[in-house]
């Protein structure tokens, strides 16, 4: 299984940006779909983000559209996730996660991922 530890997680005030890494102790490249998810306190862990291989194959939730971008190093085996104008209601913990090979809609739905980092704090201060 594979093995992911995510890292740049901290505090920032609203507007402000951060970047998030996953790294993978695999190969990735067409191998797995990694994901970001997220859970704030009291609330259901839900999808963020999602790329499949390629950067064409990337999927956002509505709520991060236009804000946040994930990219892919397959040389690394690392998948970031960049946030700008970072809002209060952004503050959760953040997790990587790694499924199977696949596109589309799914890649934000939980129950898809198999394999999932230790996750990241992120906090956003208005």
């Known amino acids: 299984q594979v093995q992911l530890v995510e890292s740049g997680g901290g505090s920032v005030q609203a507007g402000g940006s951060l970047r998030l890494s996953c790294a993978a102790s695999?190969?990735?490249?067409?191998?797995?779909?990694l994901g970001w998810f997220r859970q704030a306190p009291g609330k259901e862990r839900e999808g963020v983000a999602a790329i499949y291989s390629e950067p064409y194959n990337a999927y956002y939730a509505d709520s991060v559209k236009g804000r946040f971008t994930i990219l892919i190093d397959n040389a690394k085996n690392t998948v970031y996730l960049e946030m700008n104008s970072l809002k209060p209601e952004d503050t959760a913990m953040y997790y990587c996660?790694?499924?199977?090979?696949?596109?589309?809609?799914?890649?934000?739905?939980?129950?898809?991922?198999?394999?999932w980092g230790q996750g990241t704090q992120v906090t956003v201060s208005s």
């Open positions: 996660a790694a499924g199977p090979p696949m596109t589309g809609s799914q890649t934000l739905a939980r129950a898809r991922y198999n394999s």
């Open positions: 695999e190969s990735i490249y067409r191998q797995y779909c």
